[in-house]
């Protein structure tokens, strides 16, 4: 009864906006609604926010919304658009780039510098799928401007996106004030305070600075610079072999760069399974790279152009020498100044602390993304964000189900898991039955002329459960999705190999693996 009468106030009464939002105390929305049709009704055209897409204003129009979200990342920008798209009046507040670290300093330039390296790769190797090439030269410059194109390309697209849904962006720095109010500071310093009756913080994280690491941003340098740097150095040091280390150190290793890895753990990409983790310092030590594990870097000392890297580990201490040292240590939250205290909002550990559905101890204030526990991811972002805005709107969201998040590197050969390791599940105490499919043993891995790697099941023998997955191989990446799926919706090791995979896939090798653990495997 009412929708049609709001389709038949929008079909007739061109100059009635039919946009509406679900007020969180009043979820049946109607009151609202009909506030919002006659606000509407009585305003300006341009003065009004539209969720028919017609109109969008960057310059907010009022001082009041119904959520504001801080930070424009994977977490915040998705908050926005979905809080708009479930009709409440959404502003984002953003001091830099829409998009965040994931799209214009993160995901998604690490990976365009990587598909350059890679092209590098097959154009050196050219002969060996009988294609005569002369040999490439890398172009560090060039590399770098098509990675910041593509950044830019992303970060339109999320601009695009917030305009499509009527999402208003607010430039500036963003603080939250008591009252639920978040003040905003622009580019020249002026201050405005606006009020909304939920406030997402989404602030982010920074690159870690280490006291024997302190990063100039020429010589010690972090993430930002590593995507950046003017020429190609000769030498360099990576501290840290995580996934955003390994991915530098695997793609300036590949370009002609000597680079020393150092790893404090035992392992490097020491969250994944062992065996990934082997298979990684095995192609890395292939391609040249010099990779140090459990082993830390004491200080650094800078003579003109090169840095001495006093690095201790089992063998003793050593002095490597490198034009650059990129520290890649893991990151630190963004919380610094934006008014937690003042709002008297919980933080434990560097992180903001949020129930189940992102809510923190002051009522109306929420936190998502690498602002809180759990994996710093963009997908992981994302889902908190969704997660968090439909609890606010008065919807049910199941909530975030933290032990089945995928984790992917994007060197060669890339890395894709989820779940436990074989270890931690050994340690949790299941009875664990182990499927491994090499890719020697696989056609498409053949024909392509990448046969490293590996899928490994860990699967429970008691339930056939699969307790996780662990792929590292070309495109894994592209095929850890299935198994998250399969464990989402409680699929069991045998009846994702039950189904039938095509041929020939890289995929068909998880089925292989499963079947391996059982002692059925055709292809071994
Ligand atoms: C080199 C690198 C590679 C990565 N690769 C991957 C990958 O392949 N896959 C993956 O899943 N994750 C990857 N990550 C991690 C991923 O980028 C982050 O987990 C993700 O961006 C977090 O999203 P977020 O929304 O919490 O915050 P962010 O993306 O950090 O966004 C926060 C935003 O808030 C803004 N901001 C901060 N403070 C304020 C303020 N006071 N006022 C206004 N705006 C503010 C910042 O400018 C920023 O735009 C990578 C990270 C790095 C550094």
């Known amino acids: 009864m009412e929708d049609s009468f709001l389709r038949f106030l929008r079909d007739k009464t061109p100059r009635i906006s039919c946009s509406f939002f679900i007020s969180p105390e009043d979820n049946s929305g109607c009151k609202s609604k009909l506030f919002r049709i006659f606000v509407d009704s009585i305003l300006p055209r341009q003065l009004t926010h539209h969720s028919n897409n017609q109109i969008f204003n960057t310059t907010p129009t009022d001082m009041n919304y119904d959520v504001i979200v801080?930070?424009?990342?994977?977490?915040?920008?998705?908050?926005?658009?979905?809080?708009?798209?479930l009709g409440m009046k959404t502003a984002v507040v953003e001091r830099e780039n829409l998009g965040g670290i994931c799209l214009n300093w993160g995901c998604i330039p690490t990976k365009a510098l990587l598909k350059s390296a890679q092209v590098y790769n097959y154009i050196n190797h050219a002969a060996t799928y009988g294609v005569s090439a002369q040999p490439a030269e890398a172009d560090l410059a060039a590399m770098v401007a098509?990675?910041?194109?593509?950044?830019?390309?992303m970060s339109k697209g999320v601009q695009f996106l917030l305009k499509k849904n009527n999402v208003d962006v607010i430039s500036g720095t963003g603080k939250v004030l008591p009252g639920k109010k978040v003040e905003v500071t622009n580019a020249?310093?002026?201050?405005?305070?606006?009020?909304?009756?939920?406030?997402?913080?989404?602030?982010?994280?920074?690159?870690?600075?280490?006291p024997n690491l302190p990063q100039d941003g020429k010589k010690i340098i972090g993430y930002r610079q590593a995507m950046t740097l003017p020429e190609k150095p000769n030498t360099m040091v990576v501290v840290g072999s995580g996934a955003i280390g390994s991915e530098f150190a695997f793609f300036y290793q590949s370009?002609?760069?000597?680079?020393?890895?150092?790893?404090?753990?035992?392992?490097?990409?020491?969250?994944?399974?062992?065996?990934?983790?082997?298979?990684?310092?095995?192609?890395?030590?292939?391609?040249?790279?010099?990779?140090m594990t459990s082993a830390s870097v004491e200080k650094v000392d800078i003579d003109g152009d090169i840095c001495h890297v006093t690095i201790q580990s089992k063998k003793g201490t050593e002095v490597v020498d490198a034009d650059i040292v990129l520290s890649a240590?893991?990151?630190?939250?963004?919380?610094?100044?934006?008014?937690?205290?003042?709002?008297?909002?919980?933080?434990?550990?560097?992180?903001?602390?949020?129930?189940?559905?992102?809510?923190?101890?002051?009522e109306g204030y929420y936190a998502i993304g690498d602002v809180v526990h759990g994996p710093a991811l963009a997908h992981v972002a994302s889902a908190e964000a969704l997660v968090c805005v439909?609890?606010?709107?008065?919807?049910?969201?199941?909530?975030?189900?933290?032990?089945?998040?995928?984790?992917?590197?994007?060197?060669?050969?890339?890395?894709?898991?989820?779940?436990?390791?074989e270890k931690k599940a050994r340690e949790a105490g299941?009875?664990?039955?182990?499927?491994?499919?090499?890719?020697?043993?696989?056609?498409?891995?053949?024909?392509?002329?990448?046969?490293?790697?590996?899928?490994?099941?860990?699967?429970?023998?008691?339930?056939?459960?699969?307790?996780?997955?662990?792929?590292?191989?070309?495109?894994?990446?592209?095929?850890?999705?299935?198994?998250?799926?399969?464990?989402?919706?409680?699929?069991?090791?045998?009846?994702?190999?039950?189904?039938?995979?095509?041929?020939?896939t890289m995929s068909e090798s998880i089925m292989e693996a499963i079947e391996q653990a059982y002692g059925k495997a055709v292809h071994l």
Do not use: W
């Open 255 to 291: 370009i002609g760069v000597q680079v020393t890895l150092v790893e404090f753990m035992p392992n490097v990409v020491p969250n994944e399974d062992e065996d990934v983790s082997a298979q990684i310092s095995r192609s890395f030590r292939k391609m040249g790279m010099k990779v």
């Open 390 to 421: 439909e609890k606010i709107a008065g919807l049910d969201p199941q909530p975030v189900n933290y032990s089945n998040i995928p984790g992917c590197t994007y060197t060669t050969p890339e890395v894709a898991s989820v779940g436990m390791s």
């Open 188 to 210: 020249e310093g002026v201050a405005t305070v606006y009020e909304a009756n939920h406030i997402i913080i989404a602030t982010g994280a920074r690159s870690r600075n280490l």
């Open 70 to 85: 801080i930070g424009s990342g994977p977490g915040g920008y998705v908050a926005a658009i979905k809080s708009a798209q």
């Open 329 to 362: 240590v893991g990151v630190v939250t963004n919380l610094e100044g934006i008014g937690l205290e003042e709002v008297g909002i919980t933080t434990e550990r560097t992180k903001i602390v949020v129930d189940d559905y992102y809510r923190t101890n002051v």
């Open 146 to 153: 098509r990675s910041r194109g593509v950044a830019e390309t």
């Open 430 to 504: 299941y009875e664990v039955l182990v499927g491994k499919f090499p890719f020697t043993a696989s056609g498409k891995a053949t024909a392509a002329g990448n046969r490293d790697g590996f899928i490994k099941m860990v699967i429970d023998a008691k339930t056939d459960q699969i307790l996780g997955a662990h792929f590292c191989g070309d495109n894994v990446t592209e095929m850890i999705s299935g198994i998250v799926a399969a464990r989402q919706n409680g699929l069991t090791a045998k009846q994702v190999a039950s189904a039938i995979h095509p041929h020939p």
